[in-house]
């Protein structure tokens, strides 16, 4: 139940000791399967463009602002001019086992005031999809967000259209909040937005559930998960909603 004010109206729940978090360092962050290094044009961008080019379908440009890239030094333009800012802070996935970069991800919408920090600018290259490593570059971000800066939350946004994005939200224990309606245009087209997130004190318990699944118990010989991600992480979105009614 709320608080209430002298004037008997309810009001929020008050944040004792509060003050504004640091934003996110450029420095690596390391897991068990994927390392996070902040996106260096001159290391990554020749790995990463080898990678994307895996996809023939371009399938991974759909649902992003900008791409395809139709050659490498058009690429790495674009990469020395839009991703080297402090928001978005983007970094290469290093898949820890072959030491490439196959995948890109940052944190932008960066709001230290009040501990709200967003996920975005995912791109995956197809050796990289549906793999512990990529999962794994999430769970290493939010612990950043969680663990080492203290923030509130931890949102996830896309195109309402994308699918594939709005399972891995719901996979990795965001909860879904809501649809913003023609909430911008991109390549000529409109975009509905789904909004999820995760909050400071759900972060417990998906934690626990990551390092549940990424146990090396968990991996056969040919590290093919025994249990899914999924189903281990169930119970916490079905808490969500129910704390969101």
Not at 32 to 52: C, N, S, T, V, Y
Not at 126 to 132: A, D, E, G, I, M
Not at 239 to 244: P, V
Request: with cysteine; glycine share 8%; proline share 7%.
């Amino acid at each position: 139940m709320s608080p209430i004010n002298h004037l008997g109206q309810p009001i929020g729940d008050p944040v004792p000791g509060w003050e504004p978090r640091p934003r996110p360092p450029r420095t690596v962050m390391e897991g068990q399967w994927a390392r996070l290094e902040p996106l260096d044009p001159g290391a990554h961008a020749a790995e990463l463009f080898e990678a994307f080019a895996a996809d023939r379908e371009e399938r991974i440009w759909t649902y992003l602002p900008y791409g395809p890239f139709e050659t490498f030094d058009g690429y790495a333009a674009w990469m020395a001019e839009a991703c080297l800012g402090d928001d978005p802070k983007f970094h290469a996935i290093i898949d820890r086992h072959t030491g490439r970069a196959s995948g890109v991800a940052s944190y932008l919408r960066i709001t230290p005031v009040v501990g709200v920090i967003e996920v975005g600018h995912i791109c995956l290259a197809p050796s990289l999809q549906r793999t512990p490593t990529a999962t794994d570059a999430i769970f290493i971000m939010m612990r950043r967000v969680f663990d080492e800066l203290g923030y509130r939350r931890f949102e996830w946004k896309c195109d309402a259209l994308n699918a594939a994005s709005r399972r891995a939200a719901e996979r990795l224990g965001f909860v879904f909040e809501g649809i913003f309606r023609q909430a911008t245009i991109y390549k000529g087209r409109n975009r509905d937005t789904a909004w999820y997130a995760l909050l400071d004190h759900e972060w417990p318990q998906v934690r626990g559930v990551f390092e549940r699944w990424l146990d090396p118990d968990n991996f056969d010989d040919a590290g093919v998960q025994r249990l899914a991600l999924s189903s281990l992480m169930t119970g916490v979105r079905e808490a969500g909603s129910t704390n969101e009614r």
